[in-house]
Nanobody, 120 residues
Framework: QIQLVESGGGLVQPGGSLRLSCAASGFPFSSFSSYYMSWYREAPGKERELVARTSNYEGTNYAGSVKGRFTISRDNVKQTTDLQMNNLKPEDTGVYFC???????????WGQGTQVTVSS
């Protein structure tokens, strides 16, 4: 069974940086590299939204609000996916979730989430 465990959230002042990490396990036949890996976030009172995604098929893509500030990266040997967040803004506050799905997109898996709070 695929499992995702996030870490690295916390409280940071506006303009600061955080690095989130997602540790993945349970992929069949060592297929981690073939899966889409994404970070979503859910702000208070708002719907969950895609922040960044990486895959062998489509490269990387970002939500417009984070482009130029956030960087997603993956290590296919360690089976981790990181999200480097720079120049953080109060509107970046929310629970950040790691997400994965195969190329077929017929199923998906979520981590438990990690809280990011940007406040002075």
């Amino acid at each position: 069974q695929i499992q995702l465990v996030e870490s690295g959230g916390g409280l940071v002042q506006p303009g600061g940086s955080l690095r989130l990490s997602c540790a993945a396990s349970g992929f069949p036949f060592s297929s981690f590299s073939s899966y889409y890996m994404s970070w979503y976030r859910e702000a208070p009172g708002k719907e969950r939204e895609l922040v960044a995604r990486t895959s062998n098929y489509e490269g990387t893509n970002y939500a417009g609000s984070v482009k130029g500030r956030f960087t997603i990266s993956r290590d296919n040997v360690k089976q981790t996916t990181d999200l480097q967040m720079n120049n953080l803004k109060p509107e970046d506050t929310g629970v950040y979730f790691c997400h994965t799905m195969p190329q077929s997109r017929h199923t998906a898996y979520w981590g438990q989430g990690t809280q990011v709070t940007v406040s002075s």
